[in-house]
């Protein structure tokens, strides 16, 4: 796999234990990378390193290419168009003129009607898609974008998404987020940073499949159209199938709510692997069947915290 962004024994120290510790990244030179962490965890130190703003106090960092960066509030010359600030961005990385290249990028970034507008009276959601605009304009094989979709509205944080999976599928990007369902919807590979250290890094399905718990939550369907009936059948489905997943070796089955079991397995595995037989030989209408703990917020949630219980128990 070549990779976009190596790095080795990274580290800096601001004092006090903060900073950066032994941090060896590997991000893919294709593909969208999601950097999460706690507030303070040094997302944005780890970002200016990379990024050449600031120097590492140790460590190496290979790149698979240029470089380029836009920050959680990207600023523009107010008295710019549009236009002119893509075309800026392109000049500073010593790149020929091309209006045509220019309004495509704005036209990708969905500025393109508003190309020669002054940009200083611009909305959160604009400016942030003209940072987007600016730096794909830089022309990078690496593109890192700080918080993109922060204090976004819901289309705006689409939009930004969308735009995300796209420049990931032709190139190297790094995004930070706090938004974990976003970083769900758009990831191939996620590193998490904790206290300036790595936690974790790989693909999404594996830290999802690291953080699935062993219980399923599984909700059985009524008879529908039957008015004030659907309680009485919703509980004698429920009866029946809590009876017949008891039956089952090794499962261990509680009542959840009026139309929900919860179903435990001994572990994650066994439960991927027997869940779906067990419902069907129990033979009853099922509407669902979830994960109690199989999303990003958990695993995130899971590793961080049983990171915080390790370094506690260290005696100093
Ligand atoms: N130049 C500096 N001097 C001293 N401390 C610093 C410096 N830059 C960052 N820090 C500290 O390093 C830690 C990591 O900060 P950083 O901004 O990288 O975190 P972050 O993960 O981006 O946080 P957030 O999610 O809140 O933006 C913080 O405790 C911060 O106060």
Redesign the pocket.
Known sequence: MTAGIRTRDLGID??GG??LHDVDLEVPARGVHALI??????????FSILTGLVPPGRGTVILGGRIAYCPDTPEHEPWLTAAEVVAQSRALCGLPRDATSDRTVLARCGLVEVADRRVGSWSRGMTQRLGIAATIATGADVLVLDEPTSALDPFGQAEVLRLVRELGDERCLVL?S?SLAAVERVADTVSI?HR?RLLWQGTLPALLADGLSATWIVRVAGVAGVAGMNDVNDAADLGVLEERLRARPGVVVARRGPAELTVTYADAATGTRRLASDLAAAAVPVVSATPEAGDLDSAFVALVTAHDRRTEEIPT
């Open positions: 601001f004092g903060v900073g962490g706690p507030n303070g965890a040094g997302k944005t130190t780890l930070s706090h940073l300036g």
